[in-house]
């Protein structure tokens, strides 16, 4: 990376910034340049990315572009993609792309083709997938599954529980998807309590098979099966495993035929193309996952092949980029327009805040600006009802995705427009705002005196400017799901490049975890907490007393 290149871009950037800020008018902007919506689009295929309605120029692009170069992305991205070990903390290659290289070449780690054993694993799964669907996989009464519980944690859960709420409408019938995640029993004891044993299958996911919540719900999801059945070798029928640690899961007691693989270079927030997609294929059918690595798949091959001006990752990512470094926003909206992406947000917020949420870069340096913004969002149009308000007429910069797709898979027609025309309306509310002029040519027909015209006027004016990126598609189907997760988890990677971070580790979840483990016994009352802090101790004394 060339250090004088990277500062006169970051100086060029800056200066832009100050230029563009309270400066630039999207409203104007838009009437004095027809082609701004035609310049600002990026296209793969039928997905479409409208970034016009966002606080730039030619000339921030253009900038923006040259950062990139600086800070190497491109030479980066040909690694990543090649298998060196650019988790450096970790000493692992970042392999998720290896995941969905169905008809790509080999990929070395350590000099061995990593892409053999991936396609036995998705063999293998695909094998056991059709055995549980048809029936000839039967629990320990010889029934078959009609339930499947996927016990896992973080990227063994929330990629696994998006996608099964996205690829609703291609759910197979006759078999159902739960997730238990917490370690709060509420969330286990929930779920189990309208189950058959009999019936039901239960996949314990976890990377490490170490993590606490994991291994807690899954003993006594284990306690609760040989209750039900009265026989220990029960577990057999109803137990199987995803983990890069056989060795543990055989510990655990889990058969290794029945347990699925993957390996140290697929991050657990990238995982959900490997074997941790087993509730995905058990829920739409191993056809429906293929579709979905394909669609990551072409989003990858966009993303090493197009230019930067074109690259929708890239643009993606610099555009955050501007707002975070250069024009302050501190969070990032997603906003899908699309109630099976109601776990889209969420899935996010593990895979960019735990990739860029670091302060130190990639050799140990600390870090002197801004890196991960705060992710957070909820499904249109309940969020319009709820928080929108702040965005519109808060004192924030909030840079808004908004998704949504031209065709709904469901009858109802008349709900897809009013659903489309709401998030096309806002992202234009956002855009124009309304002047007070406008506001009191409105007010003037009305019965109010011009005294009470002059304290509201002001309340109802939006100032407009507010940024928003639009990103349609034809339909929510895999393969576009798959294009969409693909082109986020690009974005990521391209912003922890330029924040020189390391994206793949998350050594900031393993402090709590280790207080944790020493709470524990305090809670549990068996040693004293007068160690810790004020705080703590009095808390826990406080714990005991309500306990009683
Ligand atoms: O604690 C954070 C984390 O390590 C995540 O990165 C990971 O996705 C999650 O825990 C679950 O880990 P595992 O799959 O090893 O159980």
Known sequence: MSADKLTASWEELDQLGAEVSGKLNLRRAFADDPARFERYGAALNDLFVDYSKNLITDDVMAALGRLAKAANVEEWRDRMFAGDKINVTENRAVLHTALRNLDGGAIEVDGEDVMPAVKEVLARLKAFAARVHSGAWKGHTGKKITDVVNIGIGGSDLGPVMVNEA??????????????????GAHIVDTLKDLNAETTLFIIASKT?????????AYSARDWLIKVLGDESAVAKHFVAVSTALDKVAAFGIDTDNAFGFWDWVGGRYSLWSAIGLPIILAVGYDKFEELLRGAQSMDNHFKTAPVETNIPMILALIGVWYRNVLGASSQAILPYDQHLSRLPAYLQQADMESNGKS???DGKAIAYETGPIIWGEPGTNGQHAFYQLIHQGTELIPVDFIVAANALHPLANHHDKLVSNCLAQAEALMRGKTEEEVRAELAGSDLSPAEIDVLAPQK????????TMILYKQLDPFTLGRLVAMYEHKIFVQGIIWNVNSYDQWGVELGKQLAKELLPMVEGREDAGSRDASTAGLIKRLHGLRG
């Open 461 to 468: 004016v939006f100032a407009g400017n507010k940024p928003s």
């Open 209 to 217: 098979f170490t993590t606490d919540e994991t291994l807690t719900n």
């Open 360 to 362: 130190v870069t990639r």
């Open 167 to 184: 690829l609703r409408p291609f759910h197979i019938d006759g078999i159902r998807c739960h997730f238990v995640s917490n370690v709060d």
